[in-house]
């Protein structure tokens, strides 16, 4: 069959390799001129299969109020006059609760289980240079509190299946002795030795080439925008183009927060929210002066991944609509916490700075599966800040339900709507 998947990031990508893998002609339609231009350009670059606890915790609406207060804080709203927004906090809110984060967690380990054995697949592959590295994680905690919470989360995933270890302060620096800086303010952390690391935008552009080039049916229609989908008879037909209309047989949208645009004229108005991240990519100047592992600093909410002789930083999660523009005091912010953190990682001359809006769910559950509007429309997105996590997973669950198949893991948390 003929399948157009809308939508050439990582999620999308993943979904055309799964399908083309299975005999399927697929195209990939994107309005950018080259693959992992949108959310996945230079994100956090953590490939975080055991460390999936969702944004919406029982804790969060406790904290809320200092981190809006706080200059510097994680977490910035921007009220505005848009019915979505205030639907999706509501419905973010409601998430707020042990029971809702613990069928989230099991969920999401499941689905990121699966994504680290097909992506380490996909790391096999010839020619998938993309800095990736096998680095584990190590999330700091501030304090005996934090702590503590922390080793509960550790006791709830073990019993999932994932392998973790606490670690004191002096531990953590032993561990990455690059930490040093940092040591004075942690309590402890949470060490995950199988986590990954790499550069997502280069992934992208690696297996955009692969299929390009490969004996798989995959064709790239790039810089060409959807404006609208197509309906007759209760199907989806086709998707008009700037350059006219492209027929398919399936249509996969993963195009993230530009979804949306789409559905809302067929009667669907799905549960996503950009959510807008920053992050900095600086040259390594000193290797010793450099975390080899990644880092999560949970208290500034702050992540640091290698990527090869580059660092990348990244962070926040600044609630202001469909607004990607970089604001300068927010740069800044996360320039002082990485010059804190590691001051001599970088000589820091040249810090590339990018902020780019990552497509959530009030709970962190991706939508994954066929949408009401049609059955032969398919929803992969709402991954959220764990899209390069969670996309070979992501992408063999939506091939197996078009395909009518069994899913690998079970697809009920993932149903949309």
Not at 16 to 28: D, I, S
Not at 224 to 251: H, K, P, W
Not at 307 to 327: F, S
Not at 400 to 415: H, N, Q, S
Request: net charge positive; proline share 6%; aromatic share 6%.
């Amino acid at each position: 069959m003929h399948v157009l998947i809308l939508g050439a990031g990582v999620v999308g990508l993943a979904t055309a390799h799964v399908l083309a893998a299975e005999g399927h002609r697929v195209t990939v339609l994107d309005a950018e001129r080259a693959p992992g231009r949108g959310a996945s350009f230079a994100n956090g670059g953590q490939l975080s299969y055991s460390y999936v606890a969702p944004f919406a915790g029982p804790g969060v609406i406790g904290k809320v109020p200092g981190w809006l207060l706080d200059p510097d804080g994680p977490l910035r709203f921007r009220p505005q006059f848009d019915p979505h927004q205030w639907k999706w906090l509501l419905a973010f809110l409601r998430a707020c609760n042990a029971g809702q984060a613990a069928r989230t967690t099991a969920a999401l380990l499941a689905l990121a289980a699966l994504s680290r054995t097909l992506t380490r697949e996909v790391v096999a592959l010839p020619d998938m240079a993309f800095d990736f590295a096998p680095s584990g994680k190590l999330v700091l905690q501030p304090d005996a509190a934090a702590m503590a919470g922390a080793v509960r989360q550790m006791e709830l995933q073990a019993k999932l299946g994932s392998e973790q270890r606490a670690l004191s302060r002096e531990e953590c620096v032993a561990a990455e002795p690059s930490l040093r800086h940092l040591a004075h303010r942690i309590e402890g952390g949470i060490l995950t030795p199988s986590e990954e690391a790499g550069d997502a935008r280069l992934f992208c552009e690696a297996l955009a080439l692969r299929l390009a080039r490969g004996n798989q049916a995959v064709s790239f229609r790039m810089g060409l925008r959807a404006r609208q989908l197509v309906r007759a008879e209760g199907r989806i037909r086709a998707v008009v183009t700037d350059e006219g209309v492209i027929e398919a047989d399936q249509f996969v949208l993963a195009l993230g927060n530009g979804a949306r645009a789409l559905t809302v004229p067929l009667g669907l108005d799905l549960p996503i929210y950009p959510l807008k991240g920053y992050s900095l990519t600086l040259d390594v100047a000193d290797e010793a002066e450099a975390p080899r592992i990644s880092i999560t600093d949970s208290a500034a909410k702050v992540v640091y991944a290698r990527l090869g002789r580059r660092l990348r930083v990244a962070g926040m999660a600044d609630v202001v609509g469909d607004d990607a523009r970089i604001e300068e005091k927010r740069l800044d912010t996360l320039i002082r916490q990485a010059r804190a953190a590691f001051p001599k990682a970088s000589d820091w001359r040249e810090i590339r700075p990018w902020a780019g809006l990552r497509p959530a769910t009030p709970t962190g559950l991706p939508l994954l599966g066929a949408a009401r509007a049609a059955p032969n429309l398919w929803l992969n997105l709402g991954q959220g800040s764990l899209g390069f996590t969670l996309a070979m997973g992501s992408a063999a669950m939506v091939a197996a339900m078009i395909e009518g198949r069994a899913t690998p893991i079970p697809a009920e948390p993932f149903a949309p709507g």
